[in-house]
């Protein structure tokens, strides 16, 4: 019963930056760790960053230094800086949440990225 919505996609020009933001409603486990996906077309979905709850966080080799994810525990929120786009960054991206009830996704938001 956990919804997450997922906000702030657009376009940008390459070297631009975006914020992402994606707030979960429903019973939120104090123990979660969420994460950003990402898929572009005819592609398989991919991992980009994700958060535990402590702030612990980890990054796919791709966005390292330039993508930042942070929680905001109280509002359950989770966001992602994306900073130095380049026109491979461009995709769906998605919030997950991994809960011992199971794993739920958001609908995704258009990330697009133009030379």
């Known amino acids: 019963q956990v919804q997450l919505v997922e906000s702030g996609g657009g376009s940008v020009q390459a070297g631009g930056s975006l914020s992402l933001t994606c707030v979960a409603s429903?019973?939120?486990?104090?123990?979660?760790?969420m994460a950003w996906y990402r898929q572009a077309p005819g592609k398989r979905r991919e991992l980009v960053a994700s958060?535990?709850?402590?702030?612990?966080?980890n990054y796919a080799d791709s966005v390292k230094g330039r993508f930042t994810i942070s929680r905001d525990n109280a509002k359950y929120t989770v966001y992602l800086r994306m900073n130095n786009l380049r026109p491979e960054d461009a995709a769906v991206y998605f919030c997950?949440?991994?809960?011992?009830?199971?794993?739920?996704w958001g609908r995704g938001t258009q990330v697009t990225v133009s030379s």
């Open positions: 997950k949440i991994n809960l011992y009830s199971g794993t739920y």
């Open positions: 429903g019973e939120i486990s104090g123990n979660n760790v």
């Open positions: 958060a535990a709850r402590d702030g612990a966080t």
